[in-house]
Protein backbone atom coordinates (compact mmCIF):
# COMPACT_ATOMS: atom_id res chain seq x y z
CA UNK A 1 0.00 0.00 0.00
CA UNK A 2 1.08 3.49 -1.40
CA UNK A 3 0.13 6.97 -1.62
CA UNK A 4 -1.55 8.08 -4.44
CA UNK A 5 1.14 9.36 -7.35
CA UNK A 6 0.83 13.15 -7.79
CA UNK A 7 -1.36 14.43 -10.71
CA UNK A 8 1.48 15.50 -13.06
CA UNK A 9 2.04 11.44 -12.80
CA UNK A 10 -1.63 10.51 -13.66
CA UNK A 11 -2.07 12.86 -16.35
CA UNK A 12 1.36 11.80 -18.36
CA UNK A 13 -0.03 8.15 -18.35
CA UNK A 14 -3.93 8.78 -18.40
CA UNK A 15 -5.54 12.08 -18.56
CA UNK A 16 -3.04 14.06 -20.80
CA UNK A 17 -2.36 11.10 -23.19
CA UNK A 18 -3.36 10.58 -26.39
CA UNK A 19 -2.97 8.17 -29.58
CA UNK A 20 -0.96 10.14 -31.81
CA UNK A 21 -0.01 9.24 -35.66
CA UNK A 22 2.38 11.88 -36.21
CA UNK A 23 5.80 11.86 -35.28
CA UNK A 24 9.09 13.97 -34.02
CA UNK A 25 11.70 13.30 -36.40
CA UNK A 26 13.87 12.38 -33.16
CA UNK A 27 15.43 8.80 -33.03
CA UNK A 28 14.82 6.74 -30.02
CA UNK A 29 18.16 5.38 -28.55
CA UNK A 30 18.11 1.63 -27.77
CA UNK A 31 18.90 2.09 -24.40
CA UNK A 32 15.70 3.64 -24.28
CA UNK A 33 13.29 0.70 -25.61
CA UNK A 34 15.29 -1.57 -23.23
CA UNK A 35 13.78 0.34 -20.44
CA UNK A 36 10.56 0.27 -21.80
CA UNK A 37 10.82 -3.93 -21.64
CA UNK A 38 12.49 -3.92 -18.24
CA UNK A 39 9.64 -2.16 -16.79
CA UNK A 40 6.83 -3.52 -18.61
CA UNK A 41 8.04 -7.23 -17.97
CA UNK A 42 7.41 -6.46 -14.11
CA UNK A 43 3.23 -6.04 -14.92
CA UNK A 44 1.71 -9.08 -14.03
CA UNK A 45 0.68 -11.75 -15.95
CA UNK A 46 -0.79 -15.32 -15.41
CA UNK A 47 1.91 -17.90 -13.30
CA UNK A 48 4.26 -14.56 -14.78
CA UNK A 49 3.92 -16.46 -18.09
CA UNK A 50 4.84 -13.50 -19.94
CA UNK A 51 4.13 -14.98 -23.65
CA UNK A 52 4.37 -11.38 -25.18
CA UNK A 53 7.56 -11.23 -27.56
CA UNK A 54 8.57 -7.37 -28.80
CA UNK A 55 10.27 -6.52 -32.03
CA UNK A 56 11.14 -2.72 -32.82
CA UNK A 57 11.41 -1.93 -36.16
CA UNK A 58 13.73 0.79 -36.67
CA UNK A 59 15.82 0.79 -39.66
CA UNK A 60 14.83 1.76 -43.19
CA UNK A 61 15.22 -1.63 -44.36
CA UNK A 62 13.28 -3.24 -41.65
CA UNK A 63 10.57 -0.83 -41.91
CA UNK A 64 10.09 -1.63 -45.77
CA UNK A 65 9.94 -5.41 -45.13
CA UNK A 66 6.65 -4.30 -42.91
CA UNK A 67 5.39 -1.42 -45.67
CA UNK A 68 4.08 -4.03 -48.01
CA UNK A 69 2.12 -5.41 -45.49
CA UNK A 70 0.64 -2.55 -43.30
CA UNK A 71 -2.99 -0.95 -45.25
CA UNK A 72 -3.26 1.93 -47.09
CA UNK A 73 -4.79 4.72 -44.37
CA UNK A 74 -1.15 3.66 -41.87
CA UNK A 75 1.44 3.27 -44.13
CA UNK A 76 2.47 6.74 -44.44
CA UNK A 77 2.22 7.43 -40.49
CA UNK A 78 3.98 3.99 -39.41
CA UNK A 79 7.00 4.38 -42.09
CA UNK A 80 7.64 7.90 -41.04
CA UNK A 81 7.22 6.73 -37.11
CA UNK A 82 10.69 6.64 -35.16
CA UNK A 83 10.08 3.08 -33.76
CA UNK A 84 7.34 0.72 -34.61
CA UNK A 85 6.74 -2.04 -31.67
CA UNK A 86 5.53 -5.63 -33.05
CA UNK A 87 4.06 -7.46 -30.76
CA UNK A 88 3.84 -11.32 -30.82
CA UNK A 89 3.19 -14.03 -28.59
CA UNK A 90 5.17 -16.94 -28.15
CA UNK A 91 2.57 -20.14 -28.49
CA UNK A 92 5.65 -22.29 -26.90
CA UNK A 93 5.32 -19.35 -23.80
CA UNK A 94 4.89 -22.60 -21.66
CA UNK A 95 7.86 -23.90 -21.99
CA UNK A 96 9.57 -21.06 -19.56
CA UNK A 97 7.40 -21.69 -16.74
CA UNK A 98 9.92 -24.01 -14.68
CA UNK A 99 12.08 -20.67 -14.86
CA UNK A 100 9.45 -18.23 -14.40
CA UNK A 101 7.26 -19.73 -12.08
CA UNK A 102 9.58 -22.69 -10.44
CA UNK A 103 7.21 -23.24 -7.44
CA UNK A 104 4.84 -25.67 -8.78
CA UNK A 105 4.61 -27.33 -12.18
CA UNK A 106 3.07 -25.22 -14.09
CA UNK A 107 4.03 -26.21 -17.53
CA UNK A 108 2.03 -29.27 -17.15
CA UNK A 109 -1.15 -26.95 -17.33
CA UNK A 110 -0.57 -26.53 -20.63
CA UNK A 111 1.01 -29.77 -22.48
CA UNK A 112 -1.13 -30.74 -25.19
CA UNK A 113 -3.63 -28.05 -24.51
CA UNK A 114 -4.04 -26.00 -27.75
CA UNK A 115 -6.59 -24.66 -27.11
CA UNK A 116 -5.71 -23.32 -23.66
CA UNK A 117 -2.15 -22.21 -24.76
CA UNK A 118 -3.99 -20.00 -27.72
CA UNK A 119 -6.20 -18.16 -24.99
CA UNK A 120 -3.29 -18.16 -22.17
CA UNK A 121 -1.01 -16.62 -24.99
CA UNK A 122 -3.68 -14.10 -26.17
CA UNK A 123 -4.69 -13.08 -23.22
CA UNK A 124 -1.75 -12.43 -21.18
CA UNK A 125 0.23 -10.79 -24.22
CA UNK A 126 -2.55 -8.16 -25.02
CA UNK A 127 -2.27 -7.62 -20.99
CA UNK A 128 2.20 -7.35 -22.08
CA UNK A 129 0.79 -4.97 -24.68
CA UNK A 130 -1.41 -2.47 -22.26
CA UNK A 131 2.06 -2.71 -19.96
CA UNK A 132 4.02 -1.66 -22.79
CA UNK A 133 1.90 1.46 -23.93
CA UNK A 134 2.07 2.50 -19.94
CA UNK A 135 5.41 1.93 -20.01
CA UNK A 136 6.28 4.15 -22.84
CA UNK A 137 4.00 6.72 -21.46
CA UNK A 138 5.99 6.87 -18.22
CA UNK A 139 8.89 6.85 -20.23
CA UNK A 140 8.23 10.46 -21.78
CA UNK A 141 7.31 8.94 -24.70
CA UNK A 142 3.87 9.29 -26.85
CA UNK A 143 2.04 5.84 -28.76
CA UNK A 144 -0.26 5.09 -31.69
CA UNK A 145 -1.03 2.05 -30.90
CA UNK A 146 -3.13 0.29 -34.09
CA UNK A 147 -3.02 -2.58 -36.45
CA UNK A 148 -4.57 -1.97 -39.68
CA UNK A 149 -2.35 -4.85 -41.28
CA UNK A 150 -1.95 -7.90 -42.68
CA UNK A 151 -1.11 -10.11 -39.63
CA UNK A 152 -0.05 -13.25 -41.77
CA UNK A 153 1.94 -11.01 -43.62
CA UNK A 154 3.52 -9.57 -40.90
CA UNK A 155 4.04 -12.97 -39.40
CA UNK A 156 5.58 -14.77 -42.47
CA UNK A 157 8.06 -11.35 -42.71
CA UNK A 158 9.24 -11.52 -39.37
CA UNK A 159 8.50 -14.43 -37.61
CA UNK A 160 8.83 -17.50 -40.24
CA UNK A 161 9.73 -20.95 -38.51
CA UNK A 162 9.16 -19.26 -35.00
CA UNK A 163 6.33 -20.21 -32.64
CA UNK A 164 5.48 -16.59 -31.87
CA UNK A 165 1.91 -15.41 -33.79
CA UNK A 166 0.87 -12.30 -34.11
CA UNK A 167 -1.13 -10.57 -31.96
CA UNK A 168 -0.99 -7.09 -32.96
CA UNK A 169 1.22 -4.51 -34.57
CA UNK A 170 1.91 -1.61 -32.54
CA UNK A 171 3.49 1.37 -34.38
CA UNK A 172 4.00 2.57 -30.41
CA UNK A 173 5.57 5.32 -32.21
CA UNK A 174 7.95 7.17 -30.04
CA UNK A 175 7.71 10.96 -29.18
CA UNK A 176 5.04 12.01 -31.44
CA UNK A 177 3.57 15.48 -31.46
CA UNK A 178 -0.38 15.60 -30.99
CA UNK A 179 -2.29 15.02 -34.19
CA UNK A 180 -5.44 15.68 -35.10
CA UNK A 181 -7.52 12.76 -35.04
CA UNK A 182 -6.68 9.62 -33.13
CA UNK A 183 -5.12 5.88 -34.75
CA UNK A 184 -6.92 3.20 -34.34
CA UNK A 185 -6.34 -0.31 -32.77
CA UNK A 186 -7.77 -3.03 -33.92
CA UNK A 187 -4.96 -5.95 -33.67
CA UNK A 188 -6.66 -8.98 -34.79
CA UNK A 189 -4.72 -12.43 -33.74
CA UNK A 190 -4.32 -16.00 -35.25
CA UNK A 191 -4.93 -19.54 -34.58
CA UNK A 192 -2.24 -21.55 -33.28
CA UNK A 193 0.04 -23.65 -36.39
CA UNK B 1 6.03 13.92 -26.04
CA UNK B 2 6.90 14.45 -22.40
CA UNK B 3 9.72 14.07 -19.67
CA UNK B 4 10.63 10.51 -17.95
CA UNK B 5 8.47 10.15 -14.84
CA UNK B 6 10.20 10.22 -11.23
CA UNK B 7 11.67 6.36 -10.38
CA UNK B 8 9.16 6.49 -7.26
CA UNK B 9 6.60 6.80 -10.07
CA UNK B 10 8.17 4.36 -11.72
CA UNK B 11 8.80 2.22 -8.78
CA UNK B 12 5.14 2.34 -7.58
CA UNK B 13 3.35 1.33 -10.79
CA UNK B 14 5.76 -1.18 -12.43
CA UNK B 15 9.27 -1.99 -9.85
CA UNK B 16 7.60 -2.37 -6.33
CA UNK B 17 4.22 -3.43 -7.44
CA UNK B 18 3.83 -6.76 -6.53
CA UNK B 19 0.89 -9.38 -6.94
CA UNK B 20 -1.09 -9.57 -3.14
CA UNK B 21 -2.97 -11.91 -1.95
CA UNK B 22 -3.56 -10.81 1.91
CA UNK B 23 -4.93 -7.45 2.25
CA UNK B 24 -5.21 -4.41 5.08
CA UNK B 25 -8.61 -5.16 6.83
CA UNK B 26 -9.35 -1.35 5.79
CA UNK B 27 -12.49 0.00 3.63
CA UNK B 28 -12.01 1.03 0.24
CA UNK B 29 -14.53 3.84 -0.40
CA UNK B 30 -16.30 4.29 -2.98
CA UNK B 31 -15.02 7.80 -4.39
CA UNK B 32 -11.63 5.78 -4.93
CA UNK B 33 -13.30 3.15 -7.29
CA UNK B 34 -15.30 5.76 -8.96
CA UNK B 35 -11.12 7.52 -8.96
CA UNK B 36 -9.82 3.61 -10.54
CA UNK B 37 -12.81 3.69 -13.63
CA UNK B 38 -12.41 7.47 -14.65
CA UNK B 39 -8.45 6.65 -15.02
CA UNK B 40 -8.54 3.72 -15.98
CA UNK B 41 -11.00 4.45 -19.02
CA UNK B 42 -9.06 6.50 -20.55
CA UNK B 43 -6.54 3.87 -21.62
CA UNK B 44 -6.82 3.31 -25.53
CA UNK B 45 -8.67 0.88 -27.13
CA UNK B 46 -9.61 -0.29 -30.92
CA UNK B 47 -11.73 2.70 -31.91
CA UNK B 48 -12.04 4.10 -28.41
CA UNK B 49 -14.48 1.02 -27.86
CA UNK B 50 -14.06 0.24 -24.11
CA UNK B 51 -16.06 -3.32 -24.15
CA UNK B 52 -15.02 -3.98 -20.44
CA UNK B 53 -17.61 -3.59 -17.43
CA UNK B 54 -16.31 -3.84 -13.90
CA UNK B 55 -18.22 -4.66 -10.89
CA UNK B 56 -16.91 -4.00 -7.44
CA UNK B 57 -17.92 -6.47 -5.18
CA UNK B 58 -17.98 -5.22 -1.53
CA UNK B 59 -20.73 -6.22 0.80
CA UNK B 60 -20.79 -9.25 2.78
CA UNK B 61 -23.72 -9.98 0.70
CA UNK B 62 -21.99 -9.79 -2.52
CA UNK B 63 -19.17 -11.24 -1.44
CA UNK B 64 -21.39 -14.75 -0.41
CA UNK B 65 -23.23 -14.53 -3.74
CA UNK B 66 -19.33 -15.08 -5.16
CA UNK B 67 -18.22 -17.29 -2.77
CA UNK B 68 -19.41 -20.59 -3.87
CA UNK B 69 -18.04 -19.93 -7.80
CA UNK B 70 -14.42 -19.48 -6.18
CA UNK B 71 -12.02 -22.22 -6.62
CA UNK B 72 -11.13 -23.57 -2.89
CA UNK B 73 -7.64 -21.82 -3.05
CA UNK B 74 -9.00 -18.47 -4.07
CA UNK B 75 -11.89 -18.30 -1.77
CA UNK B 76 -10.47 -17.03 1.60
CA UNK B 77 -8.36 -14.79 -0.27
CA UNK B 78 -11.00 -12.90 -2.24
CA UNK B 79 -13.38 -13.11 0.49
CA UNK B 80 -10.97 -11.17 3.06
CA UNK B 81 -10.68 -8.71 0.59
CA UNK B 82 -11.81 -4.99 0.69
CA UNK B 83 -13.22 -4.90 -2.97
CA UNK B 84 -12.83 -7.27 -5.63
CA UNK B 85 -13.59 -6.46 -9.42
CA UNK B 86 -15.33 -8.35 -11.60
CA UNK B 87 -14.41 -7.56 -15.38
CA UNK B 88 -16.75 -8.79 -17.83
CA UNK B 89 -16.88 -7.25 -21.56
CA UNK B 90 -19.68 -6.21 -23.66
CA UNK B 91 -20.57 -8.10 -26.51
CA UNK B 92 -22.98 -5.09 -27.17
CA UNK B 93 -20.36 -2.63 -27.40
CA UNK B 94 -20.32 -1.89 -30.68
CA UNK B 95 -23.54 -0.19 -30.52
CA UNK B 96 -22.14 2.73 -28.45
CA UNK B 97 -19.33 3.28 -31.01
CA UNK B 98 -21.92 6.26 -32.35
CA UNK B 99 -21.45 7.75 -29.33
CA UNK B 100 -17.41 7.01 -28.72
CA UNK B 101 -16.38 7.08 -32.01
CA UNK B 102 -18.79 9.31 -34.15
CA UNK B 103 -16.06 10.40 -37.15
CA UNK B 104 -17.10 7.48 -39.31
CA UNK B 105 -19.77 4.60 -38.99
CA UNK B 106 -18.02 2.11 -36.83
CA UNK B 107 -20.80 0.17 -35.52
CA UNK B 108 -21.02 -1.08 -39.00
CA UNK B 109 -17.58 -3.19 -38.65
CA UNK B 110 -19.07 -5.48 -36.19
CA UNK B 111 -22.83 -5.26 -37.31
CA UNK B 112 -23.43 -9.35 -38.02
CA UNK B 113 -19.73 -10.09 -37.14
CA UNK B 114 -20.37 -12.65 -34.33
CA UNK B 115 -16.68 -13.48 -33.84
CA UNK B 116 -15.09 -10.48 -34.71
CA UNK B 117 -17.49 -8.69 -31.78
CA UNK B 118 -15.79 -11.69 -29.21
CA UNK B 119 -11.80 -11.00 -30.61
CA UNK B 120 -12.58 -7.58 -30.49
CA UNK B 121 -14.29 -7.49 -26.77
CA UNK B 122 -11.92 -10.23 -25.49
CA UNK B 123 -8.68 -8.16 -26.43
CA UNK B 124 -9.73 -4.60 -25.32
CA UNK B 125 -11.42 -5.42 -22.29
CA UNK B 126 -7.90 -7.38 -21.62
CA UNK B 127 -6.23 -4.26 -22.26
CA UNK B 128 -8.66 -2.42 -19.93
CA UNK B 129 -8.50 -4.97 -17.15
CA UNK B 130 -4.35 -3.87 -17.49
CA UNK B 131 -4.87 -0.38 -17.29
CA UNK B 132 -7.36 -1.00 -14.30
CA UNK B 133 -4.31 -2.43 -12.49
CA UNK B 134 -2.10 0.64 -13.15
CA UNK B 135 -4.95 3.12 -12.74
CA UNK B 136 -5.40 1.28 -9.09
CA UNK B 137 -1.09 0.95 -8.41
CA UNK B 138 -1.48 4.59 -9.72
CA UNK B 139 -3.82 5.48 -6.71
CA UNK B 140 -1.70 3.87 -3.99
CA UNK B 141 -3.66 0.40 -4.12
CA UNK B 142 -2.35 -3.14 -4.11
CA UNK B 143 -4.16 -5.57 -6.38
CA UNK B 144 -3.69 -9.37 -6.45
CA UNK B 145 -5.31 -10.17 -10.32
CA UNK B 146 -6.28 -14.00 -10.46
CA UNK B 147 -9.18 -16.37 -11.57
CA UNK B 148 -9.30 -19.79 -10.20
CA UNK B 149 -13.16 -19.09 -10.68
CA UNK B 150 -16.31 -20.73 -12.10
CA UNK B 151 -16.99 -18.39 -15.14
CA UNK B 152 -19.88 -19.39 -16.41
CA UNK B 153 -21.15 -19.70 -12.53
CA UNK B 154 -20.25 -16.23 -11.70
CA UNK B 155 -21.71 -14.71 -15.22
CA UNK B 156 -25.35 -16.41 -13.93
CA UNK B 157 -25.12 -14.86 -10.82
CA UNK B 158 -23.98 -11.76 -11.55
CA UNK B 159 -24.86 -10.88 -15.20
CA UNK B 160 -27.45 -13.20 -16.27
CA UNK B 161 -29.83 -11.38 -19.30
CA UNK B 162 -27.55 -9.18 -20.04
CA UNK B 163 -24.86 -8.95 -23.17
CA UNK B 164 -22.10 -8.92 -20.62
CA UNK B 165 -19.80 -11.85 -20.67
CA UNK B 166 -17.10 -12.60 -18.13
CA UNK B 167 -13.77 -12.44 -19.01
CA UNK B 168 -11.59 -12.91 -15.90
CA UNK B 169 -12.53 -12.02 -12.03
CA UNK B 170 -10.22 -10.21 -10.64
CA UNK B 171 -10.17 -9.87 -6.67
CA UNK B 172 -8.47 -6.62 -7.18
CA UNK B 173 -8.18 -6.19 -3.73
CA UNK B 174 -7.03 -3.03 -2.57
CA UNK B 175 -4.74 -2.05 -0.29
CA UNK B 176 -2.98 -5.65 0.28
CA UNK B 177 0.01 -6.03 2.59
CA UNK B 178 3.16 -7.87 0.68
CA UNK B 179 2.33 -11.42 1.07
CA UNK B 180 4.66 -14.07 0.58
CA UNK B 181 3.69 -15.80 -2.58
CA UNK B 182 2.03 -14.47 -5.57
CA UNK B 183 -1.48 -15.50 -6.52
CA UNK B 184 -1.89 -16.55 -10.19
CA UNK B 185 -3.83 -14.82 -12.22
CA UNK B 186 -5.47 -17.34 -14.91
CA UNK B 187 -8.83 -15.48 -16.45
CA UNK B 188 -10.60 -17.26 -18.75
CA UNK B 189 -12.94 -16.32 -21.43
CA UNK B 190 -16.43 -17.26 -22.77
CA UNK B 191 -17.48 -17.83 -26.44
CA UNK B 192 -20.48 -15.19 -27.30
CA UNK B 193 -24.10 -15.94 -26.57
Known sequence: MTG???????DQIFREARTHNAWLDKPVPDALLHAIVDLLKLGPTSANCSPARFLFVKSREAKERLKPHLSEGNRDKTMKAPVCAIIGYDLDFYLHLPKLFPHTDAKSWFEGKKEKIAETAFRNGTLQGAYLIM?????????????GFDNQGVDRE?????AISLMAIRPDSFRGRRASASTRWRGSSKTPR
Open 158 to 162: FFAGC
Open 4 to 10: KLPDTCL
Open 135 to 147: AARALGLDCGPMS
